[in-house]
């Protein structure tokens, strides 16, 4: 008999996260704690109840740029390697109780920098708390596998710096590079030395395009910077028209996307807090689905829209209907698009998501 899907049961079901922030999913109570013992006196409670209600509220204005102030104060408190260390470890904890069986957490190593940690620290700070986020999760049973990826904030100039640090630490679970920050007025193309280098040395990139900005940012960061993937990428449904009889048709750079099965990282409630999308019943990941684009569903922000992987997917199993072989065709894409290797890759499909998906649908 197969399991009901809902909120309680989603968490038992094997899932895979490709686009989440480790400064955007920190636990409320870590960031009053880590705050006190920097000495950090910004914050604008210092309970966790409310702190955590203050972020979900100012992230929730419909603006991307708003939605990025609320990262000041967590990374404020990720400034040394106790707190990174501390931060990557409960990452790993929260992600593996929510079943989550593989996740590519990404950060920005040039914003921890205040304190005087070089990069090199940096990653290694996050990557030995990882790894012990993974010892922990094993301890109570659950299997996780965490790989990094590095990005360059697209206002700044050390893309290139930050790539060559990705490839520098890529025999360490570092498997990717990304351009993150605002995109409208800082195109991906201000980042082409980097891409250059990265394609040169065989490395993987993804790219946040088609979020704040439209279809000339995503054509750019396909055709000019090479990404394997997308970053969100809603606003290629502005290359589809639906006519009012409900056929499609698809303009060519969304017959690209879809032809060439590029990955498509979806937030839906970031999404709705950024102003990308006006409601999950509005939002492009149910047309896209229904196209056979390849949809991945994602946190984002775990902490500013007060979400988890499980949450995303009953969100939309209630708007969309979606079962448990929706949601285990959207995990399927997400570990096919994975940075790992292809041997790993089938590995975890074959034993992890498809057995753990077949004990639910019965």
Same mark, same amino acid.
């Given at each position: 008999?197969?399991?009901?899907?809902?909120?309680?049961?989603?968490?038992?079901?094997?899932?895979?996260?490709? #686009?989440? #922030?480790?400064?955007?999913?920190?636990?409320?109570?870590?960031?009053?704690?880590?705050?006190?013992?920097?000495?950090?006196?910004?914050?604008?409670?210092?309970?966790?109840?409310?702190?955590?209600?203050?972020?979900?509220?100012?992230?929730?204005?419909?603006?991307?740029?708003?939605?990025?102030?609320?990262?000041?104060?967590?990374? $404020?408190?990720?400034?040394?390697?106790?707190?990174?260390?501390?931060?990557?470890?409960?990452?790993?904890?929260?992600?593996?109780?929510?079943?989550?069986? @593989?996740?590519?957490?990404? @950060?920005?190593?040039?914003?921890?920098?205040?304190?005087?940690?070089?990069?090199?620290?940096?990653?290694?700070?996050?990557?030995?708390?990882? %790894?012990?986020?993974? %010892?922990?999760?094993?301890?109570?049973?659950?299997?996780?596998?965490?790989?990094?990826?590095?990005?360059?904030?697209?206002?700044?100039?050390?893309? $290139?710096?930050?790539?060559?640090?990705?490839?520098?630490?890529?025999?360490?679970?570092?498997?990717?590079?990304?351009?993150?920050?605002?995109?409208?007025?800082?195109?991906?193309?201000?980042?082409?030395?980097?891409?250059?280098?990265?394609?040169?040395?065989?490395?993987?990139?993804?790219?946040?395009?088609?979020?704040?900005?439209?279809?000339?940012?995503? =054509?750019?960061?396909?055709?000019?910077?090479?990404?394997?993937?997308?970053?969100?990428?809603?606003?290629?449904?502005?290359?589809?028209?639906?006519?009012?009889?409900?056929?499609?048709?698809?303009?060519?750079?969304?017959?690209?996307?879809?032809? %060439?099965?590029?990955?498509?990282?979806?937030?839906?409630?970031?999404?709705?807090?950024?102003?990308?999308?006006?409601?999950?019943?509005?939002?492009?990941?149910?047309?896209?689905?229904?196209?056979?684009?390849?949809?991945?569903?994602?946190?984002?922000?775990?902490?500013?829209?007060?979400?988890?992987?499980?949450?995303?997917?009953?969100?939309?199993?209630?708007?969309?209907?979606?079962?448990?072989?929706?949601?285990? =065709?959207?995990?399927?894409? $997400?570990?096919?698009?994975?940075?790992?290797?292809?041997?790993? %890759?089938?590995?975890?499909?074959?034993?992890?998501?498809?057995?753990?998906?077949?004990?639910?649908?019965?």
């Amino acid at each position: 008999m197969s399991t009901p899907v809902s909120l309680d049961t989603i968490p038992l079901a094997p899932k895979v996260l490709l #686009h989440d #922030h480790l400064d955007g999913g920190l636990r409320p109570q870590t960031v009053i704690d880590l705050a006190r013992a920097a000495g950090y006196d910004q914050l604008p409670s210092e309970r966790a109840d409310e702190l955590g209600e203050w972020f979900i509220a100012s992230a929730d204005s419909g603006s991307l740029e708003r939605y990025l102030e609320t990262f000041s104060h967590t990374v $404020a408190v990720m400034q040394t390697h106790e707190a990174l260390v501390r931060v990557a470890a409960e990452c790993v904890e929260d992600l593996a109780a929510d079943g989550v069986v @593989y996740a590519e957490v990404r @950060y920005a190593p040039e914003l921890f920098q205040e304190r005087g940690l070089t990069l090199d620290e940096i990653v290694c700070a996050v990557q030995d708390g990882f %790894r012990e986020g993974e %010892r922990r999760a094993a301890e109570v049973g659950k299997s996780i596998r965490i790989g990094t990826l590095l990005c360059a904030m697209r206002q700044n100039a050390r893309s $290139a710096e930050i790539a060559e640090l990705a490839v520098r630490y890529r025999d360490v679970e570092v498997v990717g590079f990304d351009i993150a920050g605002p995109e409208a007025g800082f195109p991906p193309t201000r980042n082409l030395d980097a891409f250059e280098y990265l394609r040169q040395q065989n490395a993987h990139f993804t790219v946040h395009a088609g979020e704040a900005f439209g279809l000339p940012s995503i =054509w750019e960061a396909l055709q000019h910077c090479g990404t394997e993937r997308l970053g969100h990428g809603v606003r290629i449904v502005d290359d589809i028209k639906v006519d009012d009889n409900g056929g499609v048709q698809l303009g060519r750079l969304a017959s690209y996307v879809r032809d %060439r099965r590029i990955p498509l990282e979806m937030c839906p409630s970031s999404n709705l807090q950024t102003g990308a999308a006006p409601s999950i019943a509005e939002h492009p990941v149910g047309l896209l689905a229904d196209l056979r684009f390849r949809v991945t569903v994602n946190t984002d922000n775990r902490l500013m829209s007060h979400c988890s992987l499980s949450s995303e997917f009953a969100v939309l199993h209630e708007t969309f209907g979606y079962g448990w072989t929706d949601l285990q =065709w959207f995990t399927v894409n $997400a570990m096919k698009s994975s940075f790992l290797g292809f041997d790993e %890759r089938l590995e975890i499909i074959n034993n992890l998501i498809k057995p753990g998906y077949a004990s639910l649908i019965g």
